[in-house]
């Protein structure tokens, strides 16, 4: 993978964090909507692009051929979630309070630093880096794979003996060879390919592209199966919140107030300090029991991170029911913002801190698998799956908000809707998530169990 094209991604991000400030600071209030969410657009197209080959191209640097750095490789996204989880909590405290504290336009121009500064770092070890060399459009050759495989649909696979192998001969190049399972129409040679001048590339494939496209095909249904996970994560900005904003935020017998937004930091903390523990003391241990190289496979830390998120959704459903018991018997009902809520916003804090536990197994769980399960060259666009399940989980977890406010609408007792929470039936729709997210769990197991590794044609030879 080449890194020019992150480079341009940085440079657009940069960009757009100078326009940001140069909203907020130069032009008139009046004017400032539209150069701001253009502002906003320009760093979203530089992390779309930024953030799926950012690290690909990091873990590239890992020889697998080293044992010393393979064994390296495999905390690599540990430590790597760990980093962005850092700068995320960092960013969320330290940026709001200049922000709140003394103007808008340094707390967009502090981001806006360190990212020209991390950029000059980035650049001073442009050539020690590893690139890999440019094969062309990955998703052009999945195409033809699934052309090719179309059109030779009625062949018998009798024929399999006949396949077509060009390119992948022994030497250096076979080293990174899938090894070979069944099924090969598309590249099959028939009698028609024997027959044309040059080899059509949509209508005959090597057997290794198209093992390649079989590696993608076993992990779209695993893509699936999380996205209930997605729906989970996606209600720690937005109901969490508002639960926060109901009770008493107050630190103790002091006057001290959190803001409700700040407790969105608490899975944050919750990660960097799970993923010490994970790494020093829960993969030893794993390892021990289980003679596997790294304690669990990838497939079952993201199945108990989705576990976890069960307990997160129960949990958070049983505080709901509780802070609901405490409005009922304090006669608060039909206040939507009571002076003085006598229940303490601290009750939150473990569904935070689940959902901490439950993200940092999930999604580096996810992270790691759509980088190691998918072919060399196709690494960028693994990242870029992985990162649009939580995409996809957002719209959904909208489009199943919209479902529930139908469908009890209908019944005359309307969930999710109004501006007071304590009618809402938030508990409810905790208790509509935890099943199905017990549901996806199951889905995710049943897939797992039948879910077949990557394997090299020289690992299986040996």
Not at 186 to 202: L, P, R
Not at 279 to 303: F, N, Y
Request: hydrophobic share 50%; proline share 4%.
């Amino acid at each position: 993978m080449d890194n020019d094209g992150d480079e341009n991604d940085v440079i657009r991000i940069a960009k757009g964090l100078l326009m940001l400030v140069i909203s907020v600071v130069t032009i008139h209030p009046k004017h400032q909507v539209l150069p701001f969410f253009i502002a906003l657009h320009v760093i979203n197209i530089g992390e779309g692009g930024h953030r799926p080959c950012i690290q690909t191209f990091a873990a590239d640097q890992f020889d697998d051929g080293i044992p010393e750095e393979k064994a390296a490789k495999n905390s690599f996204f540990n430590r790597w979630y760990l980093g962005i989880v850092f700068g995320a909590v960092t960013a969320t405290l330290a940026v709001s309070f200049v922000q709140d504290k003394i103007s808008w336009g340094w707390g967009f121009a502090m981001p806006a630093m360190v990212v020209g500064a991390a950029f000059i770092v980035f650049l001073a070890g442009k050539n020690t880096y590893h690139r890999e060399v440019k094969v062309g459009s990955p998703i052009t050759k999945v195409a033809q794979v699934i052309v090719a495989a179309i059109k030779k649909r009625n062949l018998s696979l009798e024929n399999e003996f006949n396949m077509y192998v060009q390119g992948e001969e022994s030497g250096a190049a076979n080293t990174r060879l899938l090894a070979r399972t069944n099924q090969f129409r598309a590249a099959i040679i028939d009698d028609i390919d024997n027959s044309a001048a040059k080899h059509d590339d949509w209508r005959l494939c090597t057997v290794n592209e198209v093992e390649q496209v079989k590696l993608l095909m076993r992990l779209l249904p695993i893509w699936i199966s999380c996205t209930i996970f997605t729906i989970v994560i996606a209600q720690l900005g937005t109901f969490y919140t508002a639960q926060v904003d109901t009770l008493n935020p107050t630190i103790g017998s002091t006057k001290f107030q959190i803001p409700p937004a700040s407790f969105q930091v608490i899975p944050g903390l919750t990660i960097l300090t799970v993923i010490p523990f994970y790494e020093r003391v829960i993969i030893p241990t794993a390892k021990h029991l289980t003679k596997h190289p790294s304690g669990i496979t990838m497939l079952q830390r993201i199945g108990f991170g989705i576990f976890f998120s069960i307990l997160t959704m129960i949990v958070a459903a049983l505080v709901e029911s509780k802070r609901i018991s405490v409005a009922k018997h304090q006669g608060l009902m039909d206040d939507q913002e009571p002076v003085f809520f006598p229940m303490s916003a601290w009750w939150l804090v473990p569904q935070y801190v689940l959902m901490g536990v439950a993200d940092m197994l999930t999604i580096v769980g996810l992270q790691e698998l759509f980088y190691d399960q998918v072919p060399d060259e196709m690494r960028s666009l693994g990242a870029a799956a992985y990162l649009s399940i939580l995409g996809v989980g957002s719209f959904m977890s909208s489009a199943l908000i919209s479902v529930v406010r139908t469908v009890t609408a209908r019944r005359g007792d309307e969930w999710l809707t109004g501006k007071n929470l304590n009618k809402m039936h938030l508990d409810y729709f905790y208790w509509l998530l935890a099943c199905l997210s017990g549901l996806g769990l199951v889905m995710f197991v049943v897939l797992a169990k039948g879910f077949v590794y990557k394997k090299l044609q020289r690992d299986a030879e040996a």
